[in-house]
Antibody, heavy 119, light 110 residues
C-alpha cells in the first residue's frame, strides 16, 4: 500500500517535497523500481522518474535538472524533491511501484496528493 | 508529452462491448510492452493489463488487451456502470527514454 504526503501548496520558485509511505513490504527487500507520476489538471499522466532501493535513479528528461527521488530505508519511504516550482507543476502527484521484471508497468499506486503552486 | 494517442471518449449501453485504441510509433509501442490503467478521479489508478495482453490477479476477464505493430487495443465486454472511468495506455519510449502514457479515453455507460 502506498500513501503520499507532503506540502499541498507551494510558492512559485520554491521546492516541492513529497514522501510516499510504503506499507506491506520493505523497499530494500526487492527489486521494484519506485516511481513518481503526476497529472496536471485536465491533462494526462506524466512519468516524473524512479528510484531503486540501491539508489539508482532515472528521470524524465523534461524534469531532470530539477528533480530528485530517493529511498529512505529506515522509514520505508520514497521521497520526491522538485525545485524551482512554477504554475505548470500544479498537479496530482502519485507514487507507484513498477514491475520488478523489466519495469514494464506500474502494478500498485497511491491515491495521489494535489499540489498547487501559487503565492 | 503524450506520444500515445487515444480517442477522447467511447460510450455504450450496459452489457455491450467497447474497444479503445492506443496509437504509437516504432519507438514506443512498436518496441515495448503496453499496459493499461483504469482511473476513477480521486482514487488510485488500477493496472488492468500488462505485457500487452496479461491480466493481473483479481482483474475481471471482461477486460482484454491486444497489440499489433504500433498500436494496442483494450476491450471491455459486458459493460457495467462501474466501468465508467478514464483509461490510459502506457509504454516506454526510447527516444528519449521515458515512460509515456496515452492521452486517455473516457468510458461512459449509457
Amino acid at each position: 500500500q502506498l500513501q503520499e504526503s507532503g506540502s499541498g501548496l507551494v510558492n512559485p520558485s520554491h521546492t516541492l517535497s513529497l514522501t510516499c509511505a510504503v506499507s506491506g513490504e520493505p523497499i530494500s527487500g526487492g527489486f521494484h523500481p519506485w516511481s513518481w507520476i503526476r497529472q496536471p489538471p485536465g491533462k494526462g499522466l506524466e512519468w516524473v522518474g524512479n528510484t531503486y532501493h540501491s539508489g539508482t535513479t532515472s528521470y524524465n528528461p523534461s524534469l531532470e535538472s530539477r528533480v530528485s527521488i530517493f529511498v529512505d530505508r529506515l522509514t520505508n519511504q520514497i521521497s520526491l524533491k522538485l525545485t524551482s516550482m512554477t504554475v505548470a507543476d500544479t498537479a496530482i502527484y502519485y507514487c507507484a511501484r513498477a514491475s520488478d521484471q523489466g519495469f514494464d508497468y506500474f502494478d500498485s499506486w497511491g491515491q495521489g496528493i494535489l499540489v498547487t503552486v501559487a503565492s | 508529452q503524450s506520444v500515445l494517442t487515444q480517442p477522447p471518449s467511447v460510450s455504450a449501453a450496459p452489457g455491450e462491448r467497447v474497444t479503445m485504441s492506443c496509437f504509437g510509433s516504432s519507438s514506443n509501442i512498436g518496441e515495448y510492452y503496453v499496459s493499461w490503467y483504469q482511473h476513477v478521479p480521486g482514487t488510485a489508478p488500477k493496472l488492468l493489463i500488462y505485457d500487452n495482453d496479461k491480466r493481473p490477479s483479481g482483474i475481471s476477464d471482461r477486460f482484454s488487451g491486444s497489440k499489433s505493430g504500433t498500436s494496442a487495443t483494450l476491450a471491455i465486454t459486458g459493460l457495467q456502470t462501474g466501468d465508467e472511468a478514464q483509461y490510459y495506455c502506457g509504454s516506454w519510449e526510447s527516444r528519449p527514454r521515458v515512460f509515456v502514457f496515452g492521452t486517455g479515453t473516457n468510458v461512459t455507460v449509457l
